[in-house]
């Protein structure tokens, strides 16, 4: 649990953005407590991190130590106590709600474990209704998911409805939504936590070949073999980046 304090001291802040102009994403020093005021729990407690182009980078750790926290907050879906996050070098907190918003929906994609598909729309409709609402026509709508369900070898499956796909497929499914808007940067959270170990390599195999086209990705799994794609692993403990390291492809060691 985040809330029991660890040994592992943080590292020292990621270089700032001047520094690294380059930079899809950084974050410095976010803090996140849950329930402050009545069970406090410090979810994330100065975590750094930073993304370059085409960079995957795997994010590991035990249970609890705030990996999903930072990937939420990462994508908008929360908001940090404090520190800040620069997507494509903006800084977030310097934006109002409606240009945070329009940043994100144009460079981020995300990938979460419950798929959050829509039930009574089929595979196509999905993806198609992702990227119109990033501001594509119907008709580019359309063919871009006809083109993104082809590359996630899901084109025959595509007048079928999410309930009538495997785990596997609908994970598939997830990714070529949260592809739609052509992201800079691809987070995913435990995309193969629901899926058998030959989904969850079929996963890991779209996520390289993603990777390998130049797709940036940040990806929060606990396997091993998973983050062996990666070109990097962060290790979180206790709320904070831990250790840094091109390490994935040695062993699959984390640290
Ligand atoms: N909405 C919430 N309300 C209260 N506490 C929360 C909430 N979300 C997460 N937490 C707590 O914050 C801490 C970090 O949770 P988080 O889900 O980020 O960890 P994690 O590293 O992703 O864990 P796991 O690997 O189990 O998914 C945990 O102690 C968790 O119980």
């Given at each position: 649990?985040?809330?029991?304090?660890?040994?592992?001291?943080?590292?020292?802040?990621?270089?700032?953005?001047?520094?690294?102009?380059?930079?899809?994403?950084?974050?410095?020093?976010?803090?996140?407590?849950?329930?402050?005021?009545?069970?406090?729990?410090?979810?994330?407690?100065?975590?750094?991190?930073?993304?370059?182009?085409?960079?995957?980078?795997?994010?590991?750790?035990?249970?609890?130590?705030?990996?999903?926290?930072?990937?939420?907050?990462?994508?908008?879906?929360?908001?940090?106590?404090?520190?800040?996050?620069?997507?494509?070098?903006?800084?977030?907190?310097?934006?109002?709600?409606?240009?945070?918003?329009?940043?994100?929906?144009?460079?981020?994609?995300?990938?979460?474990?419950?798929?959050?598909?829509?039930?009574?729309?089929?595979?196509?409709?999905?993806?198609?209704?992702?990227?119109?609402?990033?501001?594509?026509?119907?008709?580019?709508?359309?063919?871009?998911?006809?083109?993104?369900?082809?590359?996630?070898?899901?084109?025959?499956?595509?007048?079928?409805?999410?309930?009538?796909?495997?785990?596997?497929?609908?994970?598939?499914?997830?990714?070529?939504?949260?592809?739609?808007?052509?992201?800079?940067?691809?987070?995913?959270?435990?995309?193969?936590?629901?899926?058998?170990?030959?989904?969850?390599?079929?996963?890991?195999?779209?996520?390289?070949?993603?990777?390998?086209r130049g797709q940036t990705i940040l990806l929060v799994t606990h396997n091993h073999d998973v983050a062996a794609a990666a070109d990097r692993v962060l290790t979180m403990s206790d709320g904070r980046i831990t250790a840094r390291g091109d390490v994935a492809r040695r062993e699959g060691s984390a640290a």
């Open positions: 649990m985040a809330g029991v304090s660890s040994p592992e001291p943080a590292l020292a802040p990621v270089t700032p953005p001047q520094e690294q102009p380059d930079a899809v994403l950084v974050a410095h020093g976010l803090r996140k407590t849950y329930d402050p005021d009545v069970a406090p729990v410090q979810a994330l407690r100065g975590a750094d991190l930073t993304l370059a182009p085409g960079e995957f980078v795997a994010l590991m750790g035990p249970s609890g130590t705030g990996k999903s926290t930072l990937l939420n907050i990462l994508a908008g879906l929360e908001e940090a106590d404090d520190g800040e996050v620069w997507l494509m070098g903006r800084a977030l907190s310097g934006l109002t709600e409606k240009e945070r918003t329009h940043l994100r929906r144009r460079h981020v994609g995300i990938v979460f474990q419950f798929f959050n598909l829509i039930d009574d729309m089929t595979a196509q409709e999905n993806v198609a209704l992702a990227a119109m609402v990033a501001g594509a026509s119907k008709r580019e709508a359309g063919a871009r998911a006809a083109e993104l369900l082809d590359l996630l070898g899901l084109l025959d499956k595509a007048a079928n409805t999410p309930p009538t796909l495997s785990g596997g497929q609908r994970q598939r499914l997830a990714i070529a939504r949260a592809l739609a808007n052509q992201p800079t940067v691809l987070l995913a959270d435990e995309p193969t936590g629901a899926l058998d170990s030959r989904g969850g390599a079929e996963i890991v195999e779209l996520l390289s070949r993603l990777h390998a």
